[in-house]
């Protein structure tokens, strides 16, 4: 098991940004490294999303939603992985998850609430 902590969710302003933060602070380095970490969302009534994913060596993909808009970075050695969000629309809004890519057997955390309203 990979136990991921999600933190930085918050009430934002159309338009706005936010930084979530992906920790895991009982991981040993090589328990964390080989993992490809994903963010995901799940809106109210719909289906959890992937929207952007990152391995140990830098290969990043994001969903559509988010592109030029998301930035996804790993700290390896922090055993972090932030997701910046920038111009931020009420679409976006959602409990924020991180977990492994593919998620297989490992748990889900209780994630971050990002609310973005006016």
């Known amino acids: 098991q990979v136990r991921l902590v999600e933190s930085g969710g918050g009430l934002v302003q159309p338009g706005g940004s936010l930084r979530l933060s992906c920790a895991c602070p009982?991981?040993?380095?090589?328990?964390?490294?080989?993992?490809?970490i994903g963010w995901y969302r799940q809106a109210t009534g719909k289906q959890r999303e992937l929207v952007a994913a990152?391995?140990?060596?830098?290969?990043?993909n994001y969903a559509e939603s988010v592109k030029g808009r998301f930035t996804i970075s790993r700290h390896n050695s922090r055993k972090t992985v932030y997701l910046q969000m920038a111009s931020l629309n009420p679409e976006d809004t959602a409990v924020y998850y991180c977990?492994?890519?593919?998620?297989?057997?490992?748990?889900w955390g209780q994630g971050t609430q990002v609310t973005v309203s006016s």
């Open positions: 977990n492994t890519v593919p998620v297989g057997t490992n748990s």
């Open positions: 990152v391995s140990y060596d830098g290969k990043i």
């Open positions: 009982r991981c040993i380095l090589s328990t964390f490294n080989p993992h490809v």
